[in-house]
């Protein structure tokens, strides 16, 4: 267990709407990151952060947008949801030390009407 | 483009038998290699790493890697019903960003 929680585990929304997933960390790990996990198509990353405030796009970061304000947490916001968005969304983290090894949270089910 | 390949499955087979997972990936400096195992309506959990020629063993699992021919393997064995699940493979490069590319996985399913 690396610590992570995810909020919240399960959403519907309406499209349109923006939505904002919470990733939570308890173990000061500078790296965070961002996927969806869809049927056919794997882990895909959105976003990722290196450290507060320092973040960069992933290969699906279209209509996503995210804030790292303090080492803990790491947001990620839906701008005005689809229902392509519709999604299962993991956070990770990056284990400490020379292992480059990553720890996922629970997932976030989102779905979008 | 970095790509990682694994053949969908399902791989089905019987309980005490050994499992063998394969994963190829595109591009030659890739260094870190892992697999995660992810049961149906869960989150990915590591199983395994590798970063040199040859075989890693922990306990049933068995991770094999071959740089030249690009290939990662995961062999289970005595397989059990509770090793069913999807199986993904993932490939870094090493320092930098940590940003692994993941295969799309396997289905794996052990029948009793």
């Known amino acids: 267990d690396a610590g992570i929680t995810q909020s919240p585990r399960h959403k519907v929304t309406e499209t349109g709407t923006p939505v904002t997933l919470r990733c939570h960390q308890t173990?000061?790990?500078?790296?965070m990151y961002w996927y969806r996990q869809d049927p056919g198509h794997g882990l895909r990353l959105i976003h990722y952060?290196?450290?507060?405030?320092?973040?960069d796009k992933g290969e699906v970061s279209d209509g996503y947008s995210v804030s790292r304000s303090k080492t803990e947490d790491f947001l990620l916001t839906l701008e005005s949801a689809t229902s392509s968005q519709t999604s299962v969304y993991f956070c990770?983290?990056?284990?400490?030390?020379?292992?480059?090894?990553?720890?996922f949270g629970p997932g976030t089910r989102l779905l979008v009407l | 483009q970095k790509e990682v390949e694994q053949n969908s499955g399902p791989l089905s087979v019987p309980e005490g038998a050994i499992a063998s997972l394969n994963c190829t990936y595109s591009?030659?400096?890739?260094?870190?290699f892992f697999w995660y195992r992810q049961y149906s309506g869960k989150s990915p959990e590591l199983i395994m790493s590798?970063?040199?020629?040859g075989d890693k063993e922990d306990g049933r699992f068995t991770a094999q890697l071959n740089k030249a021919s690009q290939y990662v393997s995961l062999l289970i064995r005595d397989s059990q019903p509770s090793d069913s699940a999807t199986y993904l493979c993932?490939?870094?490069?090493?320092?930098?960003?940590?940003?692994?590319?993941f295969g799309r996985g396997t289905s794996l399913i052990v029948h009793p």
């Open positions: 590798i970063y040199s020629n």
């Open positions: 173990e000061n790990h500078r790296y």
């Open positions: 591009d030659r400096v890739s260094q870190s």
């Open positions: 993932a490939v870094n490069i090493s320092g930098g960003s940590y940003i692994p590319t």
């Open positions: 952060s290196y450290g507060v405030k320092d973040t």
């Open positions: 990770a983290i990056r284990g400490s030390g020379t292992q480059e090894t990553q720890y």
